[in-house]
């Protein structure tokens, strides 16, 4: 499972398959992450400092962030692709097509000029979740979402 979880500060990416259940995260920031409650990641209820280092913490690697740099990620799902944008200026996305098999993400492109701020993860995870929220299998043809997909 993949989810993602933003805030005005950051994007958390959350991929359960990973996940140790170590708790980690649980104890060291409990105001973000609460295993009794839905969704289990609450970015509004801590401090972004205290998010990030218990991002930091976890053990296995289930949990990583990044910094959102003001870049605003939406599904649009009449499109069948996810968009980034900076302001009013389309700066990446992340195109999937509906096949016989389920759900093809086959292109992924961020504009180079925003690269290394995990725009296309961001842009990948939301395509993720709403598949997995839909019972869609995934599968992608586009070299980097496999790479996500496959426990990145
Ligand atoms: S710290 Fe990481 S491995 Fe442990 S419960 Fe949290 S997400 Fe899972």
């Known amino acids: ?3 993602l979880y933003e805030n005005g500060d950051i994007s958390v990416f ?3 398959d990973k996940c140790r259940h170590a708790k980690k995260c649980v104890t060291g920031c409990p105001e973000a992450f609460n295993i009794n409650k839905k969704p289990w990641i609450k970015l509004d209820e801590a401090d972004t400092s205290r998010v990030w280092k218990a ?5 296995s690697g289930a949990l990583t962030c990044v910094y959102n740099h003001d870049i605003k990620i939406m599904l649009v ?4 692709r996810s968009v980034a944008y900076d302001g ?10 509906m096949t016989d098999e389920g759900l093809d993400i ?3 492109e961020v504009d180079p000029e925003y690269g290394g701020k995990g ?5 990948v995870y939301v395509v993720l979740q709403e598949a997995e929220h839909e019972k869609v299998k995934v599968i992608p043809t586009c070299s980097y979402a ?6 990145d």
């Open 14 to 16: 959350w991929n359960s």
């Open 55 to 59: 991002v930091s913490n976890c053990p």
């Open 106 to 108: 086959y292109h992924t």
């Open 119 to 123: 725009i296309a993860k961001r842009l």
């Open 146 to 151: 496999v790479r996500i997909l496959n426990n």
């Open 1 to 3: 499972m993949h989810r």
């Open 88 to 97: 009013e200026a389309l700066i990446g996305e992340c195109d999937y097509q």
């Open 77 to 80: 799902k009449d499109n069948n």
